[in-house]
C-alpha cells in the first residue's frame, strides 16, 4: 500500500512567485492535513480537510496560503506571493476515521522542503 | 506561547541502556499524547500514545508515561539500540483522536554503539 506522498521534494522561489504543493494521502482516508516546520522549530498545524471539507484551518498564516482538496482525494497548498518566512518543510498527513479503533496515528509524507531566497 | 516543551535538545545513550525522553505541556485540556520519531530527510512516523485516562502505555521496547498532575510524559526506550537514533516529537491533542497535534520541538537521539 502506497504511503503519503507529495511533490515536489524540495523547491526553490523567489519572493514573490508562487509554489504549490501536492499531497497524496493514503488511498480511503478522510482526514488529511498540513503541517509546517520552520527552521528546526516545532511542526505547527496549518489545517485540516476531513474529505474535500476544511474541518479547521486556524493554523493558516495568512491568506497568501490556498488549501484545496477537490473531490476529497489529493490536496494542493499554494503559496502566493511567497514570502522568506514561507521557508521551511512542508508535512501533508493523512489518517482513517475508525473510533474504535484509530490509535490517533497520522501518517506523513516525507515533506515538501520550500525554500524562498 | 508553546503549549508543549520538549526542554532538551538533545540526549545521547550507550546502547543498550535505558532512554528517557521527557515532555512537559501546558494546556490542561489536551487528552490525548503521542510520540513520533523522524529520521533526515523523511517524515515524522508514528511511535506510540497515551490517552489521559491511562498512565502508562507499552510497546515492545518503548514505554509512555503520563503524569497529569505534573502536565508531564516521558518516553523510555529500553534497551537503546542504534537505530533508534532520530529525532523524537512529542505530540498532544484535543478531543481525542483526528484532532490536530501540537508538537514540541523534538529530541535529538543519539545511541551510541
Known amino acids: 500500500e502506497a504511503g503519503v506522498t507529495q511533490f515536489p521534494s524540495h523547491s526553490v522561489i523567489e519572493k514573490g512567485q508562487t509554489v504549490t504543493l501536492r499531497c497524496d494521502p493514503i488511498?480511503?482516508?478522510?482526514?488529511l492535513y498540513w503541517y509546517r516546520r520552520v527552521m528546526g522549530k516545532e511542526i505547527k498545524f496549518l489545517l485540516h480537510?476531513?474529505?474535500?471539507?476544511?474541518?479547521?484551518e486556524s493554523g493558516m498564516p495568512n491568506n497568501r496560503f490556498l488549501a484545496e482538496r477537490t473531490g476529497g482525494t489529493y490536496s494542493t497548498l499554494k503559496v502566493q506571493p511567497a514570502e522568506l518566512e514561507d521557508s521551511g518543510v512542508y508535512f501533508c498527513?493523512?489518517?482513517?476515521?475508525?473510533?474504535?479503533?484509530?490509535?490517533?496515528?497520522?501518517?506523513f509524507g516525507e515533506g515538501s522542503r520550500l525554500t524562498v531566497l | 506561547d508553546q503549549q508543549v516543551k520538549q526542554n532538551s535538545p538533545s540526549l545521547s545513550v550507550q546502547e543498550g541502556r535505558i532512554s528517557i525522553l521527557n515532555c512537559d505541556y501546558t494546556?490542561?485540556?489536551?487528552?490525548?499524547f503521542l510520540w513520533y520519531k523522524k529520521y533526515p530527510a523523511e517524515g515524522p512516523t508514528f511511535l506510540i500514545s497515551?490517552?489521559?485516562?491511562?498512565d502508562k502505555n507499552e510497546d515492545g521496547r518503548f514505554t509512555v508515561f503520563l503524569n497529569k498532575s505534573a502536565k508531564h510524559l516521558s518516553l523510555h526506550i529500553v534497551p537503546s539500540q542504534p537505530g533508534d537514533s532520530a529525532v523524537y516529537f512529542c505530540?498532544?491533542?484535543?478531543?481525542?483522536?483526528?484532532?490536530?497535534?501540537?508538537f514540541g520541538k523534538g529530541i535529538t537521539l543519539s545511541v551510541r554503539p
Open positions: 498527513a493523512s489518517s482513517q476515521v475508525s473510533h474504535r479503533t484509530n490509535t490517533g496515528e497520522l501518517f
Open positions: 488511498s480511503g482516508h478522510d482526514n
Open positions: 480537510f476531513v474529505k474535500e471539507s476544511k474541518q479547521d
Open positions: 494546556n490542561s485540556m489536551f487528552d490525548y
Open positions: 497515551i490517552s489521559s485516562i491511562k
Open positions: 505530540a498532544a491533542s484535543v478531543y481525542g483522536a483526528n484532532s490536530k497535534l501540537t
